[in-house]
C-alpha cells in the first residue's frame, strides 16, 4: 500500500477509471485509485452500455457530443475496440405531449449536428413491422446511436491509466477520510492510511455514503434496475435499433443472438442487487406489448445494477465548498457510461487547472440545488 498520494480516487467503474486516465495524461502523477471490488465490475459491468446524442439539455448534449467523438476514436487513443455498434436509438412516443417533447428535443440535437429525425406513426411501422404501433404517434430517431460493451471500455481505459503510473488497488474500500480544519489530509483503507490532499469521490451510487465520511451530503440515491436477456431469438432482424417505449420506462435490443429487455426500476432507494420474478413477468407484458413476436421468445436469465441518481438527473462535477481538496464525479443518473470519458476529461482540468476547459460544467456544481438551479432533463432511463 502507498503511504502517500497526490491524488486519491473512490471508484473504479468508468468515471473513476477515466478520471485516472486523463489526470495521467496531462501529467499528473502519484496517482491511486481505490475500488471496494473488482475494476468495472459495479454500475459499469451491470449497464446495459447505450450511447446516444438525444438529449433534451444544452449540457448533456455537449457531454453526449465529446464523449461520442472519444468512443469513436477509442481503437486509435488505447488499442482496443470499444464494441461500438451503432444500431439507432428509436424513442416512441404515446401521446401528442410527448411527440411535441420529442420535436424540441430535436431542435437542440439539430444545433449540435447531430442527425435525429421525427418519424410519424406509419413510417415507422413500415421500417420496422414487428413493432405494434396502434397506440403510438410518432418517436425520435438517430442511427449513429448504439451501444458499446462497458467491460471492454473500462478495462482499455484503466489499461491506458497504468501505462501513465496510476496504480489501482481493488477489494480496497476506503472506510474513512481525515479532514484537518477544512483541508483532506489522509484516507483510511483496511491495508492503511495514505496521506493525500486530494479525493475525488467517483463512487456511482455510494457516492453519498462517501460525503457521509466528510460529514458531506450528496444528494445521491441508488435505486435498482433490472435488466433479463431471452434465449437465442430470431424473430426481430439483427439490424433493429435500441427501442424505448418511453411512457412505459422499457426498452429492448439486440444482444448477439438474445434480446435485452429493460426491467423495472425501484421508486425507493437501496443497494438491493436481487432479480425478481414479478419483475421478470412485468417485463415480458411490456415486451409482448410493443412486440407481440416476442410471445415466441423466453427470457434465460437477469440481474439487477444500480444507477446513481441526482435530484435533477444531471451528474454533479465539482469541487465541495466546506472541504478543500474534495472533487465530485457522480450522480449521473444512468448515463455514466456514455458521458464517462468526459468526465474524465472535465474533472482532470478542473484539478489540475482549477476549471474545466473543455466544456464549462458550472451548471454542474453541487450547490446548484441550494441556490435553485437544478437542470431537468426528460430523456432519461429513470423516471419518478
Not at 455514503?209 to 431469438?233: A, C, M, S
Request: hydrophobic share 40%; charged share 25%; glycine share 10%.
Amino acid at each position: 500500500m502507498e503511504k502517500t498520494a497526490d491524488i486519491v480516487i473512490i471508484g473504479g467503474g468508468i468515471i473513476g477509471v477515466s478520471v485516472a486516465y486523463y489526470l495521467g495524461k496531462m501529467g499528473a502523477k502519484n496517482i491511486v485509485v481505490f475500488e471496494k471490488n473488482l475494476i468495472g465490475e459495479g454500475s459499469t459491468g451491470l449497464c446495459a452500455g447505450g450511447i446516444r446524442r438525444q438529449w433534451s439539455t444544452e449540457i448533456n448534449m455537449h457531454f453526449a457530443m465529446k464523449s461520442f467523438e472519444v468512443f469513436q476514436n477509442f481503437e486509435d487513443e488505447f488499442g482496443a475496440s470499444p464494441e461500438f455498434h451503432q444500431i439507432g436509438y428509436l424513442f416512441l412516443a404515446r401521446d401528442e405531449e410527448e411527440l411535441k417533447t420529442f420535436t424540441k428535443n430535436i431542435e437542440i440535437q439539430h444545433r449540435f449536428g447531430v442527425p435525429s429525425q421525427l418519424l410519424t406513426r406509419d413510417e415507422i411501422k413500415k421500417e420496422w413491422p414487428f413493432l405494434q404501433t396502434e397506440d403510438i404517434f410518432g418517436g425520435s430517431y438517430c442511427h449513429t446511436d448504439g451501444y458499446a460493451g462497458p467491460y471492454e471500455v473500462t478495462s482499455a481505459i484503466a489499461k491506458g491509466a497504468r501505462r501513465y503510473g496510476v496504480k489501482f488497488f481493488e477489494k480496497t474500500e476506503v472506510t474513512a477520510i481525515e479532514v484537518q480544519g477544512t483541508h483532506i489530509v489522509s484516507v483510511t483503507t483496511p491495508s492503511g492510511r495514505v496521506e493525500t490532499p486530494i479525493v475525488v469521490n467517483a463512487a456511482g451510487p455510494w457516492a453519498a455514503n462517501v460525503g457521509k465520511l466528510v460529514r458531506v451530503e450528496i444528494p445521491v440515491n441508488p435505486i435498482r434496475r433490472q435488466l433479463f436477456v431471452t434465449d437465442t431469438f430470431k424473430g426481430i432482424p439483427p439490424s433493429v435499433p435500441l427501442t424505448i417505449d418511453y411512457k412505459q420506462n422499457f426498452y429492448f435490443r439486440r444482444e448477439g443472438e438474445l434480446v435485452l429487455l429493460s426491467g423495472p426500476q425501484d421508486q425507493e432507494p437501496s443497494f438491493n442487487l436481487t432479480t425478481d420474478f414479478d419483475s421478470m413477468v412485468e417485463t415480458a407484458e411490456k415486451a409482448t406489448h410493443r412486440v407481440p413476436v416476442f410471445r415466441e421468445a423466453r427470457i434465460a436469465r437477469g440481474w439487477a445494477g444500480l444507477y446513481e441518481i441526482s435530484p435533477d438527473n444531471h451528474a454533479i462535477l465539482s469541487k465541495v465548498p466546506e472541504v478543500e481538496g474534495l472533487i465530485l464525479a457522480v450522480g449521473f443518473s444512468g448515463h455514466g457510461f456514455q458521458h464517462g470519458p468526459l468526465a474524465g476529461m472535465v474533472i482532470a482540468e478542473l484539478i489540475l487547472n482549477g476549471r474545466a476547459d473543455t466544456i464549462d460544467i458550472n451548471p454542474l456544481k453541487l450547490t446548484r440545488f441550494k441556490e435553485g438551479k437544478a437542470i431537468k432533463e426528460s430523456l432519461i432511463a429513470f423516471k419518478d
